[in-house]
């Protein structure tokens, strides 16, 4: 008798779905569904046709997002229609547009597929921006992403891992798992047929070039509980470039007191994206629904570049 792994029976059976002649029509008409009753949440999880490039409408921008298939982001914009999901991550997307506008040098860090980075070009064709990340997949549709766009010159894309100097990560190239990972991690050990060594430099490192230079740096970290290793090894990027950040901050980020006492020896305002705008909050920590962060040095009015901001001490 042929056994075959649950992993290996999922991976067939969506591969069967997404080519049936049909099944184009039945997800645009099914994503209706999840418009007008937004508990059938499970709908967002269903494979999307293959070979089908997601429309983004952001900010007034059309994006377009390729490899639906292995890409959770693209697949989740697909389902919702074109628009980012849940809300706090839009307002996170947009404010990182309206920080573009302005901003020089733009680092994304940990740029999965690519949206900040793309979104940014569209924002900023004049500003550098570098997107690096430690999965070869992720560099791989993110140069797709930014050629299908017209931003491939705009963008410098980097198989790159910020965090503790001098070090290594040890990435699959090939697929691991039916949808790329959104969430590997420097200290995730991947069981690969071929692995390739993955450079890490610190934020500092990659900042040198900048220091003694008028620029206005901004900055999106996406690293999964390694925030902590790109502060401890930038203090001087963040003294002498006082970078605008927009942070995740997981349940498992690590020394996240030494990440809070940083931000506050630098003097910087801490503020989480929620729901319903920006929150104030005097010390960092995981919030359980909300996990991105704005820090900036600047004291936000309570209006800020349209965005809501509200004061709890």
């Known amino acids: 008798m042929i056994k075959i792994s649950p992993a290996k029976f999922k991976r067939t059976l969506k591969v069967l779905l997404q080519n049936l002649p049909l099944y184009f029509h039945f997800c645009r008409s099914i994503r209706y569904l999840l418009h007008a009753f937004p508990r059938f949440s499970w709908i967002a999880r269903l494979p999307i046709p293959v070979g089908l490039v997601v429309e983004l409408y952001q900010n007034s921008n059309l994006i377009y997002l390729t490899n639906g298939v292995r890409c959770s982001i693209a697949k989740k914009i697909f ?33 999965n597929s690519g949206i900040f980075s793309l979104l940014a070009a569209k924002a900023n064709p004049n500003s550098k921006i570098i997107a690096y990340d430690i999965l070869p997949e992720a560099v791989h549709i993110l140069t797709d992403n930014a050629i299908v766009n017209g931003l491939l010159s705009n963008i410098d894309i980097s198989l790159v891992g910020v965090g503790i100097p001098n ?28 692995k390739v060594e993955v450079p890490v430099h610190s934020l500092d490192e990659l900042c040198k070039p900048f220091f003694n230079h008028s620029v206005k740096l901004l900055i999106k970290i996406d690293v999964e509980g390694f ?24 349940l498992i980020c690590q020394d996240l007191s030494f990440v809070d006492n940083i931000l506050t020896a630098n003097f910087y305002n801490k503020y989480l994206i929620t729901d319903i705008g920006l929150v104030y909050f005097s010390i960092v920590f995981p919030h359980p629904v909300f996990k991105d962060w704005f820090f900036t040095k600047d004291k936000l009015d309570s209006i800020f570049n349209g965005f809501s901001v509200f004061y709890y001490y």
């Open 79 to 111: 389902w919702y229609r074109g628009i980012v999901y849940p809300i706090q991550d839009n307002i996170a997307l947009s404010l990182f547009y309206s920080l573009s506008l302005s901003s020089t040098v733009i680092f994304d860090i940990g740029s």
């Open 167 to 194: 070090t290594f990560f040890q990435a699959p190239f090939f697929n691991v798992s039916s949808e790329m990972p959104s969430s590997l991690s420097l200290n995730t050990d991947v069981n690969s047929r071929l």
């Open 227 to 250: 925030e902590a290793d790109i502060f401890r090894f930038g203090l001087k990027s963040l003294h002498e470039l006082s970078p605008a950040i927009i942070c995740e901050i997981l």
